[in-house]
């Protein structure tokens, strides 16, 4: 059994990291009673922490609004190295992403303003190297506002600017947030469409307040990842295509981000490839630089232009060197 104040910190974490509780799972997750579940609830809120209760078999305890995290023991000097580090992560550290954006939100609730002013300061004048890989800019104060509706199951309102620069005023009810290669996508059933759609984080700007809460729906997809990837890499173009790679399909991903192409394995040589672009002699180029062979399934079109722009290069090579003749000698 956990001794007292370690038991303290464990039912701290619990329901920092769950919306509601029963007493029950409560003691379950600590290994105690019900009543020692009640008595360690007295002893956060006497040391500050506004822990709410609801009565009866369905109810349970929750972290109200408000509640911070204990002092961290990190001197001024690391606790910005630490903050500065979460933000570069935010942006886009593969693996990490969301646990950075969290771990960011509990950290600047506790930055005292000279500290929160420094890692801003340090962000705002930081010029990254020409060439380095970059990424559409998300605030990080948007993510985390995003990933905090996902938690608590709140619907939440903002403005959103689509590919043309036009702007819409949205009110969903979010569900994740996908990370993928320095861009963010939240996925969210759009209450006024009645149906699942995906945004671009660095599109979204919240308009408080939100709310109310909502009861989660099932969500579009199993795999929200895959499902994200088909829907910005091909979906929502004039023109798809799918195609069939002779190449294993990791090698294939190795080379063909999941923001611009869908990679499904076949067998141990072959993947197929579903893409799109806004114009056939886009798809065209994308699936040619991919540096595969590959064998067009659908559509008619795409083979008829495939072959338009052989001759095109063919007769662009000129008579005395298309292909199958002699060059002519010096």
């Known amino acids: 059994m956990l001794e007292t104040s370690a038991r303290l910190l464990r039912l701290l974490s619990l329901l920092q990291a769950h919306r509601e509780w029963s ?79 969290r771990a960011l939100a509990k950290l600047e609730q506790v930055l005292p303003d000279r500290l929160r002013r420094r890692v801003s300061a340090l962000s705002s004048f930081t010029v990254p190297m020409p060439g380095a890989a970059r990424g559409p800019g998300v605030d990080p104060a948007v993510l ?22 036009a702007v819409t005023r949205r009110t969903v009810e979010p569900h994740r947030l996908v990370a993928a290669q320095r861009r963010w996508y939240l996925v969210a059933w759009d209450v006024d469409r009645d149906d699942w759609r995906t945004y671009r984080a660095d599109r979204i700007t919240p308009t408080p307040p939100h709310g109310p809460r909502f009861t989660p729906r099932r969500p579009p997809a199993d795999d929200l990842a895959e499902y994200v990837s088909r829907g910005v890499s091909h979906a929502v173009y004039r023109e798809r295509a799918t195609v069939l790679l002779r190449v294993p399909a990791e090698r294939a991903a190795e080379r063909i981000s999941p923001l611009v192409g869908v990679v499904e394995p076949v067998d141990e040589h072959s993947c197929l490839l579903h893409t799109g672009a806004h114009a056939l002699d886009v798809l065209v180029v994308h699936i040619a630089l991919t540096g595969f062979d590959f064998e067009v399934r659908e559509p008619a079109e795409l083979t008829q232009h495939i072959r338009a722009i052989r001759d095109r290069l063919d007769r662009s090579l000129g008579p005395d060197r298309a292909p199958g003749r002699p060059r002519p000698g010096p």
Not at 64 to 74: E, H, K, S
């Open 23 to 101: 007493g029950a799972d409560l003691a379950d997750r600590l290994a105690v009673t019900p009543r020692t579940v009640r008595r360690d609830i007295d002893r956060l809120r006497e040391l500050g922490y506004p822990v709410h209760s609801t009565p009866g078999t369905a109810g349970g305890y929750r972290l109200g609004a408000g509640a911070r995290l204990p002092p961290l023991l990190l001197d001024d000097e690391e606790a910005v190295a630490v903050a500065v580090g979460l933000r570069q992560a935010a942006g886009g550290v593969e693996g990490i992403e969301e646990t950075s954006v």
């Open 144 to 165: 985390t506002e995003l990933a905090g509706a996902c938690r608590d199951a709140q619907r939440l309102r903002f403005e959103y600017r689509d590919h043309g620069g």
